[in-house]
């Protein structure tokens, strides 16, 4: 049984995506000449800037593994958060609000992402639309709202106090000891912690998770099987989105600024990185732990480069690279497992 | 209480214009198996779904342990005790065994939260009415299709099943599997619980069944033991024609062998194998699942590797390296998977006829004329009376028996020497099986030869002149006219 419980284990895309990471940590810690980890103190700078980089695209990954493991594409979903935030934080200085606490800003853009989710996943439930098609289309259609109809501005110097202070929470403070910079370990590493567990618990132990994987398995069975397909599909779009909005505003409180533009292009960094933490470009496939895991490869090479002297052009290349490798082995297993 | 356990009476139903089901009479006796008979499309499907709930019936009564239903759903029909396996088995091939077993319990019961314990309660408890074994957290994808099945069967089972229907459940199984099938039948059978069993395939359904009930076009032809029924009449009702079986009689055998195969050897596949094969001929290639019957033909058509021995065609030695170099030496090959290896589905019906003879059609700088093309494929469309009224409808909008018929002539469009066809008639109804063979037999006498490769021994022993066995690789029988028969194959295969 224990050798049955090895061998499930070591065919698991995971498995070799956490080795691939550990070796990493290695080669970076020894080439930087041992900046990755200190002892005692753990943490160093550039540890806390490759968990800083992990919050936002951490949480948006998980945004996309819900989707993909029930077997669609969410290719909307940066689209969301981008018109989500502009429009909130908008709202917000034109009122004067938000100058204690982020809370309406959070709550608006909550509300908006989820009425754009909702939009997505009324067009893919009930019209049975493939989901890649339809989110191109609605992507395009949110960030034309944005820009064109709404004419969303940059804001930056002038944004509410409220989310300026809210983003520069720390858990950990310190100075690195050769330049006595000071680096802190932002706090809102702790929602990406909070939304991994709830994702985790949301797909292994809630009937409303393995109704995703059964859906992206198998939808005719899934509807036999008595799911609610329709519905589910529904709160899942609409979720993301809702979701969407709340990581939009977590990025612009830590960086300081609402950039309409910013998140163009974001979800083909974060579908790949998904892909290759294991979710199954077929559906029915995918793991919280495999998905932060990749998170963590692609942040950790990105934040290494110029520590390692890598010409930072590279990072196209590198991105590249991860898109090609994941697919092939996502496909690659696919394969397999029909024969 | 009624004798029947299901009782339907003058069962109508309508789709638009399409008069589906003509007031059907059919009942289901407990602890028995019932099968429902009928070529494709007949209606039986149609039924099914009624009585599963998915389509409510425009006319009819059904009477269920003696009770009237007015209105059946799905979830009324699971909590009378009616359970449908349909074909595909419903499963999840990227969960767990034991998640497979438990879900649908899960969601009736209404749950939210998962919990393991439960889980695995539930899948024991479902494993152990057939007294079935399997590792709870293999991956269900990774079973075979007879362990699917079972899978599919135990998780019916959960519901306490009054009545089991089985939609074509033997479509993907060897012989071997099937009689494993048939044994879980009959155990479920003895337990007190009916069996209905769709299919049309006659050896089945004479073998497993007690009653019969045979549909053509909407309407019952036949409803009644089996015992009182002969497997010609069963034909008869099922086609609305006489069939007899058409035996093959060879008329135009060359002298010399058109390909001679020597000592032919694919490590791990098939080793020594030696027979030749002359013009006229229809050679039968039979053994079970796995005895390298297939891989032959695959080695053959260029798609193996042959570690060792020699090909000859025409007296010349040969080496087939690719699908292509052999049809350039004119040898063709019809697989056993037509969907996915032999059609194009979602392209017309012309496009693939003329698929592997598009050179003929090509003029100066690769271009295509259209018109040709369907001008070509209509000739084949009448010479094989191809149920089409347009060429230009997909492939997909045929059945399975002219499907069949596409490949052919996909394939006689070429002129071969040597045609291979591997389980020609799977999931194709009588008629439709004797029209193929017909044509077969009509091919190989105007000086084509054959090569039909088959487990539907009934098959091998009407149309083959010559048959040889293999088993674990080898070639381990041959014989030849008369000698031809069922009960003979069978011993050497066994």
Redesign the interface.
């Known amino acids: 049984m224990n050798k049955?419980?090895l061998k499930?284990m070591t065919r698991k895309t995971e498995f070799y995506m956490l080795i691939v990471l550990l070796l990493l940590c290695v080669v970076v810690q020894i080439k930087s000449g041992g900046k990755l980890i200190t002892l005692p103190g753990v943490f160093t700078r550039l540890n806390v800037t490759v968990l800083r980089t992990m919050v936002v695209d951490g949480m948006f990954a998980m945004c996309s593994l819900v989707v993909m493991i029930s077997g669609g594409f969410d290719l909307s979903f940066p689209a969301i958060a981008a018109l989500s935030y502009s429009l909130a934080t908008t709202i917000c200085l034109n009122n004067g609000w938000c100058a204690a606490n982020p809370l309406a800003g959070f709550a608006l853009a909550v509300a908006i992402g989820w009425v754009l989710g909702m939009l997505n996943g009324w067009i893919i439930s009930n019209f049975k639309l493939n989901t890649m098609i339809v989110t191109l289309g609605t992507q395009t259609f949110f960030t034309g709202i944005s820009m064109g109809l709404l004419k969303l501005k940059e804001i930056t110097s002038t944004l509410p106090e409220g989310m300026k202070t809210f983003g520069k929470l720390y858990i950990f403070e310190s100075a690195d000891p050769a330049s006595g910079i000071r680096f802190t370990l932002s706090a809102m590493v702790l929602f990406l912690i909070a939304l991994c567990a709830i994702v985790s618990f949301m797909l292994?132990?809630?009937?409303?998770?393995?109704a995703l994987?059964?859906i992206?398995?198998?939808e005719?069975?899934?509807e036999?099987?008595?799911?609610n397909v329709k519905k589910t599909k529904f709160l899942l779009y609409s979720a993301v989105g809702a979701l969407a909005g709340f990581i939009g505003m977590i990025r612009v409180c830590m960086e300081s600024q609402s950039i309409p533009k910013a998140m163009i292009g974001k979800e083909m960094t974060i579908i790949p990185a998904v892909i290759l933490g294991g979710a199954?470009i077929y559906?029915?496939?995918g793991t919280v732990f495999g998905t932060m895991v990749a998170v963590g490869i692609i942040s950790l090479v990105s934040n290494s480069m110029l520590i390692l002297g890598i010409d930072t052009y590279w990072q196209q290349f590198f991105n590249g690279l991860v898109i090609l490798v994941g697919v092939t082995v996502s496909a690659l297993q696919a394969k397999r497992?029909?024969q | 209480m009624s004798e029947y356990l299901l009782q339907m009476t003058g069962i109508d139903k309508r789709f638009g214009g399409v008069h589906a089901l003509d007031h059907v009479n059919f009942a289901v006796r407990p602890g028995k198996v019932m099968c429902l008979a009928g070529e494709n499309g007949c209606g039986k499907s149609t039924l099914v779904k009624i009585i599963s709930g998915v389509y409510t019936r425009d006319e009819g009564e059904v009477v269920f342990e003696g009770q009237p239903i007015t209105h059946i759903t799905p979830a009324e029909a699971t909590r009378l005790g009616i359970q449908v396996i349909y074909q595909d088995l419903s499963i999840f091939p990227n969960l767990t065994v034991m998640e497979n077993l438990a879900i649908n319990s899960e969601i009736t019961a209404n749950r939210r939260i998962v919990n393991k314990k439960r889980w695995e309660q539930t899948a024991k408890e479902a494993l152990s009415k057939i007294g079935y074994d399997i590792d709870l957290y293999a991956k269900m994808g990774d079973l075979s299709v007879a362990d699917k099945q079972l899978v599919a069967i135990c998780r019916a089972l959960l519901f306490n099943a009054k009545l089991i229907i089985m939609d074509e459940p033997t479509t993907a199984l060897t012989k071997k599997e099937v009689d494993a099938l048939f044994k879980t039948v009959r155990q479920l059978r003895d337990s007190g619980i009916a069996i209905m069993f769709i299919s049309h395939k006659t050896e089945e359904i004479f073998e497993i069944s007690d009653d019969v009930c045979i549909m053509r076009n909407g309407k019952n032809v036949f409803s009644g033991r089996t015992s009182e029924l002969t497997k010609k009449d069963f034909t008869y009702y099922m086609t609305g024609r006489e069939l007899e079986d058409d035996y093959f009689v060879p008329t135009n055998i060359s002298k010399e062998p058109v390909l001679k195969v020597d000592h032919l050897t694919w490590n791990g596949k098939f080793h020594d194998v030696s027979f030749d094969l002359r013009k006229g001929e229809i050679l039968g290639i039979t053994g079970l699942l796995g005895s390298g019957r297939t891989e032959l033909a695959l080695a053959l058509f260029g798609l193996g590797k042959i570690n060792g021995g020699t090909i000859t065609l025409n007296g010349q030695q040969v080496k087939i390296t690719s699908p292509i170099d052999a049809q350039k030496k004119r040898i063709g090959y019809v697989p056993e998977d037509r969907l996915t290896e032999g059609l194009c589905l979602r392209q017309p019906i012309a496009d693939n006829i003329m698929l592997s003879s598009l050179k003929q059609l090509t003029r100066v700088l690769g271009t295509l004329s259209h018109d040709e093309l369907f001008e070509k494929s209509n000739e084949w469309v009448k010479k094989f009376s191809i149920a089409t009224d347009d060429a230009h409808k997909h492939a997909s909008t045929l059945s399975g028996g002219n499907q069949q018929k596409i490949v052919l002539s996909k394939w006689l469009n070429n002129d071969l020497d040597v045609l291979i066809l591997n389980g020609p008639t799977v999931g194709v109804d009588i008629g439709a099986k004797q029209d193929i063979h017909a044509l077969v037999h009509d091919l190989a006498n105007q000086g084509l030869a054959v090569i039909i490769i088959s487990d539907d021994l009934a098959e091998v022993v009407v149309n083959c002149n010559r048959v040889i066995v293999m088993k674990d690789g080898a070639i381990v029988g041959e014989m030849t006219g008369d000698r031809i028969t069922e009960d003979h194959i069978l011993e050497i295969i066994r």
């Open positions: 049955a419980k499930r292994n132990k809630t009937m409303f998770g393995r994987y059964a992206g398995g198998n005719v069975s899934a036999r099987a008595g799911y199954s559906g029915g496939e497992q029909k």
